[in-house]
C-alpha cells in the first residue's frame, strides 16, 4: 500500500524534539517517515504536522485533531498523554475513554491511523513509582484501542533497545537523534515499508560513571531541566505556549 498524504498529531515525541536541523528547527520521526512515504508515492505527496511541544491530551484533541480529519488525509499518527502522565491532575479513566472515541473519529474519514505504545522513559527520571504506571495503563489503553478500531500500533514499549540512554537527549526526557531514527524505523516497519537499515543501528551504551560523577551529573540535570520544568507547572505555563505547528498546511515535502 502507497499513502499519499500523512498528517502526524501530538506533542513534542511528534513536533521532533531533540533531533534538530541545522538551522535548529526540529526534524524528529514524523519528517524522516513522511521523507520515506514521499519516495514511494512521488512529487504529489503531502504532509503535515501538527504537533507542539508541551501540549496535554485535551489540547492535543481540540486543536489538532479536527484539523487532521479536515485535511481528509490517508495517514495519520497520534501519540498523544505522556504530558498527562506527568501531572497531578492525571485523571486515567477520563483520557482512555477520550482515547477511544478520538481514534474512532480518526478512524471515521477512512485514513488509516498510527498509535504508539510509549517507551519507558521513567527509567531515568525521578518519579517512577508514581508515574510508571500510569504509562502502563496508558499503554494497555492503546493497544485495546488498536485493535478495536483498526489502527496500527508502534510497541515502543517492547522495545528494550529504549533502555539504552544514548537515544534519549541530556534532558532524558525527548528523544536523540538516534532515538528519532529508531522510532521512524519501527513506524515504517509498522507500515510495510522498507527503511535505511541505519536507523534501526543503536549507539553502544556509554560506559558506566563512578558513583560521585553520576550524582554530579544529576545535579546538574535537576538544574538545567527539572527546576524549570517544575517552575512552569507552578506558574501554569508550558513549553510550549509560544509555539505553533511546523506544518500546519497539508503541503508538498520539500527537500
Not at 51 to 77: H, N, T, Y
Not at 197 to 212: N, Q
Not at 244 to 255: E, F, H, I
Request: with cysteine; charged share 20%; hydrophobic share 45%.
Amino acid at each position: 500500500m502507497r499513502w499519499g498524504s500523512f498528517v502526524a498529531v501530538g506533542d513534542s515525541f511528534t513536533e521532533g524534539m531533540d533531533d534538530a536541523y541545522p538551522d535548529g528547527t526540529y526534524r524528529g520521526w514524523a519528517d524522516l517517515v513522511a521523507t520515506r512515504l514521499a519516495a514511494d508515492a512521488g512529487p504529489d505527496f503531502r504532509y503535515a504536522n501538527l504537533a507542539i511541544r508541551g501540549r496535554l491530551f485535551p489540547s492535543v484533541v481540540a486543536e489538532q485533531v479536527p484539523s487532521a480529519v479536515a485535511m481528509k488525509p490517508d495517514l495519520i499518527s497520534f501519540a498523544a498523554g505522556g504530558n498527562d502522565v506527568l501531572r497531578r491532575t492525571f485523571d486515567p479513566d477520563t483520557l482512555v475513554a477520550r482515547f477511544d472515541e478520538v481514534v474512532r473519529q480518526l478512524r471515521s474519514g477512512g485514513a488509516d491511523v498510527l498509535l504508539f505504545r510509549f517507551a519507558d522513559v521513567m527509567a531515568r527520571l525521578p518519579g517512577q513509582r508514581l508515574v510508571a504506571p500510569r504509562v502502563q495503563l496508558l499503554n494497555h489503553a492503546v493497544g485495546e484501542t488498536a485493535e478495536r478500531h483498526g489502527a496500527i500500533m508502534v510497541d515502543l514499549y517492547a522495545d528494550d533497545t529504549f533502555l539504552n540512554p544514548m537515544l534519549w537527549s541530556t534532558d532524558r526526557l525527548h528523544l536523540s537523534p538516534a532515538g528519532h531514527r529508531r522510532v521512524a524505523g519501527q513506524v515504517l516497519n509498522a507500515l510495510g515499508v522498507g527503511c535505511d537499515e541505519e536507523w534501526l543501528m543503536v549507539p553502544p551504551h556509554p560506559s558506566p560513571s563512578p558513583w560521585l560523577a553520576a550524582r554530579a551529573s544529576d545535579l546538574r540535570w535537576a538544574g538545567q531541566y527539572l527546576a524549570p520544568w517544575v517552575k512552569r507547572r507552578l506558574t501554569g505555563r508550558s513549553s510550549g505556549d509560544t509555539v505553533t505547528a511546523k506544518r500546519p498546511q497539508l503541503g508538498p515535502l520539500v527537500d
